[in-house]
């Protein structure tokens, strides 16, 4: 996660700006998200927009207002002052700075007061260093005038914190005020201004946690949930920024920050309510509307987000975050041209947005459109980070976008059963790629440039297809939406759909074709069929789905670095943060841990067995273990459990599942994760049980071929059931083993004379469901329980030869590009 440290401008007074505007933090403030908001949450100017006017209250010993400004509430005019600096007016505005008694440590002696003032004018005015020389000399005079230390030091704050000599000097100065005047809640806020942009957020924290001591307000509670935000405290920033509502209740912005407490927690539900309650309080609250969407987004309600987004984008047609996230969601969805719309807005409004240039880049190649797509990948690739500055995701992968094009684009045109992505690109650049490192790849051959003879892929009306092939791709979209999970944090992408339900047909007529001994074209050759080609079909229509996401087989890696391992690592609690994606599994899981901890201890411990019993008693959810940790000095710092997977091959012998690892001393301070090492001994384990399967497999297949019997399609059932369990347990792709697996499930399903009519209960992973299942049998029982198996309708056998009607790699760009909205029946 990646979140800004505040911009260092933001230097206050007095506890407010020094300035005009009321910006009681600072003056731009920036967010990052776990996943998105990869530009500031809100972005407020000097023009103190409306969305601050319920911060008035906090500003008014604000000082240098100078009343003859035009800097007003919603005004457009700039925050410095306006008036000339002839001595009469820096006197008669220091003398209006008296009278109303707006600024800090006045003293008795009137003429020194109104010396202070004139200091205080200059930094009103920006005149930084005239007013460190002015406080210099009084201080001269005498070394312990409180606010002329306090003024030189709130002088060099402003003079700009990336020179580390203003910063040491500002913090010196009111380090020195505090000494004197140590119960000043201001100064202790004014010195937590300039510690948090130095990245000392804990020093910060204690700054205004004794500033809260001295003087509770709404603003130091905002203030320092804003340092717990930015330190991914969640919890505590919920409870900072609700004691701040509490006191002050109608401030939108500290409701909002609350719901991003919520969100970034994988509270979804919560943060939902809590933007509502922000909208509630300003109904044209565009980053209310903005964060809404986006965690609608992550809910996976598509219609909701979309609304959410719109409303956000009414109100400020130029909004580049909204462009930003709402195109995003629409290439995640699916539909690429309205995201390249959005991309392509978002550009002209700001041109050196990256995101938006590798997102439009993206959609572009993945529609076929090589030669805008890479285009706009080379941009990216020449916005080179600065000296120190860290890289964006996006320009770290840009290269392999780019690389990775290229190579579609040289094989548009050539038959995909003639060639092999996985042989094909180069065992470094795919190792690299899938564990996502940034791209030096000693002794790199770039793929060839694009070759002019080498058309874009053009757009392809559904009235272009004959009336069966028309049927085959309505047909296809059918069966991809059953493939839909139905948990928070999976959105509906209906492009995938139609690849998966695309390969999930190919795999049924490549599998009735090898029953019925016909062959099949794989790699340039004319072979009996493997268990890898009927899953390779699978992953060819997954790879064009999406060519941002290496699909890649994790055993045709580089030797070396396959003997090193390769970890499919899930979160499901780091921190404070939740998945809400597998919450559903937490409770099973929990129960496995529970069991293995009385297996350790009853080997390990036997004296404290009934000590540790009766503790997991009262274990309910995984925070509880962390006391019985304690319990054994090995399983102090964290533990792992592994879950065994049994073989049917051999009788009795078990290889290892997936490892389920606990760190962590306290709540919001853990890491709960789930992971499979892919080495080479536990892929050759699990492809010796999919081998076996498959032969016996393909020997009932053909003999179903010639039977009517139904016990023998039920023995088919379950041997297709029992393989893809060992696939899911294995996971042997960089991405996308889950559908895979699942696509071809329904395909040989299909091709045993089964159609799978069900659809994936609400809250179910089918990948989670083979990894917590004990075993195959247990496995195909909970899978048939929602597949809802009925016997294949006829009409299947006449569909059109997926493999040749689109048999290269454009024509499978043209179908997943072409819009069926108003010709498919709708998806119930």
């Not at 579609?408 to 038959?415: E, R, V």
């Not at 051999?650 to 606990?662: A, C, M, R, V």
């Not at 023998?712 to 893809?724: G, K, Q, R, T, Y």
């Not at 179910?764 to 198996?789: G, I």
């Amino acid at each position: 996660m990646h979140i800004m440290a505040p911009a260092v401008r933001g230097v206050v007074v007095f506890a407010v700006l020094l300035l005009c505007c009321c910006q009681a933090i600072f003056s731009t403030e920036y967010f990052s998200s776990l996943t998105f908001f990869n530009s500031e949450l809100h972005k407020h100017g000097c023009n103190s927009p409306s969305e601050w006017d319920e911060y008035a209250a906090d500003c008014e010993s604000s000082i240098l207002q100078f009343e003859d400004t035009e800097c007003e509430g919603g005004g457009s005019a700039p925050c410095v002052s306006v008036f000339s600096l002839d001595t009469e007016k820096v006197l008669s505005q220091a003398k209006l700075l008296i009278e109303q008694k707006r600024f800090p440590f006045a003293v008795e002696n009137q003429s020194t007061n109104e010396e202070l003032a004139v200091g205080y004018v200059f930094i009103g005015n920006g005149l930084y260093d005239e007013a460190i020389k002015h406080f210099s000399l009084l201080l001269q005079g005498d070394p312990e005038l409180v606010s002329a230390i306090y003024g030189r030091g709130i002088a060099y704050g402003k003079k700009g914190l990336q020179d580390i000599k203003n910063a040491d000097l500002a913090l010196y100065e009111l380090s020195r005020v505090i000494t004197l005047e140590p119960n000043r809640p201001e100064v202790y806020e004014q010195r937590a201004e300039i510690l948090s942009p130095l990245g000392r957020i804990s020093e910060a924290l204690s700054d205004l946690s004794k500033a809260i001591q001295l003087y509770p307000s709404a603003r130091l509670y905002r203030h320092r949930g804003t340092l717990h935000f930015i330190s991914e405290d969640y919890a505590a920033a919920q409870e900072d920024f609700q004691q701040s509502l509490e006191l002050k209740k109608n401030q939108p912005i500290a409701v909002l920050y609350k719901g991003l407490t919520f969100f970034h927690r994988g509270m979804l539900k919560e943060a939902i309510e809590t933007f509502k309650e922000a909208l509630k309080l300003k109904s044209d609250f565009i980053d209310a509307y903005k964060s809404l969407g986006q965690a609608y987004r992550e809910l996976g309600d598509f219609e909701a987000a979309m609304e959410s987004f719109q409303k956000a984008l009414m109100l400020n047609q130029n909004h580049i975050q909204s462009l930003q996230l709402r195109g995003m969601m629409l290439y995640h969805h699916g539909s690429l041209q309205e995201a390249i719309r959005n991309f392509k807005r978002c550009l002209q409004l700001e041109p050196y947005n990256e995101v938006c240039q590798y997102m439009k880049g993206l959609s572009h190649v993945a529609m076929g459109q090589f030669y805008e797509g890479i285009k706009a990948q080379t941009k990216v690739m020449l916005n080179d980070p600065l000296l120190g500055q860290k890289a964006s995701s996006e320009y770290l992968k840009v290269k392999y976008l780019r690389e990775y094009s290229r190579y579609l684009h040289a094989h548009l045109d050539i038959p995909v059963a003639e060639y092999n992505v996985d042989q094909d690109l180069p065992g470094n650049f795919k190792n690299h790629w899938a564990k996502n490192l940034p791209f030096l790849i000693e002794d790199y051959e770039e793929q060839p440039g694009l070759q002019p003879h080498i058309k874009d892929v053009l757009p392809q009306n559904f009235e272009s297809y004959t009336s069966e092939v028309q049927k085959l791709i309505c047909t296809a979209d059918h069966l991809g939406g059953l493939m839909q999970y139905n948990t928070p944090g999976f959105l509906p992408n209906h492009r995938m759909h139609r690849a998966m339900g695309l390969a999930t047909l190919e795999v049924m007529q490549a599998m009735q074709r090898t029953w019925s001994n016909s062959k099949v074209r794989v790699n340039g050759k004319t072979r009996q069929m493997q268990w890898r080609d009927m899953f390779d079909i699978a992953v060819k229509w997954r790879r064009i789905a999406d060519p941002d996401q290496p699909v890649l087989w994790l055993d045709q890696m580089p030797a070396r670095s396959l003997s090193r391992g390769f970890n499919n690592h899930i979160n499901l609690i780091r921190g404070q943060i939740i998945n809400i994606r597998y919450l559903a599994y937490f409770d099973s899981i929990l129960n496995f841990i529970k069991d293995r901890i009385l297996v350790y201890h009853g080997a390990y411990n036997s004296r404290g067995l009934v000590e540790v019993r009766q503790a997991l008693e009262n274990v309910n959810k995984v925070e509880d273990l962390l006391p019985i940790m304690k319990f054994n000095s090995k399983t102090r710092d964290g533990f792992t459990v592994n879950s065994k997977v049994p073989s049917l091959k051999d009788s009795g012998k078990e290889y290892d599942g997936f490892t389920i690892t606990i760190t962590g001393d306290r709540v919001g301070n853990m890491l709960f994760s789930v992971e499979t090492q892919t080495t080479e001994e536990r892929t050759q384990q699990y492809q010796s049980e999919i081998e076996s399967l498959y032969k016996d497999l393909t020997a009932k297949g053909k003999a179903l071929m010639l039977s009517t019997e139904l016990g023998d399609a039920d023995s088919v059932c379950n041997l297709i059931l029992s393989l893809v369990y060992y696939f899911y347990n294995l996971m042997p792709l960089s991405r996308g083993s889950s559908v895979v697996a699942y696509s071809v499930l329904m395909g040989a399903l299909m091709a045993s004379g089964k159609e799978v009519v069900g659809k994936i209960p609400k809250g179910k992973l089918v990948d989670f469901e083979a990894m917590t299942a004990p075993s195959p049998e247990s496995f195909s029982k909970v899978a048939k329980s929602w597949m809802n198996l009925k016997s294949l309708p006829a009409w299947y056998q006449s569909l059109p030869s997926v493999a040749e009607t689109f048999p290269m790699t454009r024509t499978m760009i043209e179908v997943l590009n072409t819009d069926t909205t108003s010709h498919c029946p709708k998806k119930s």
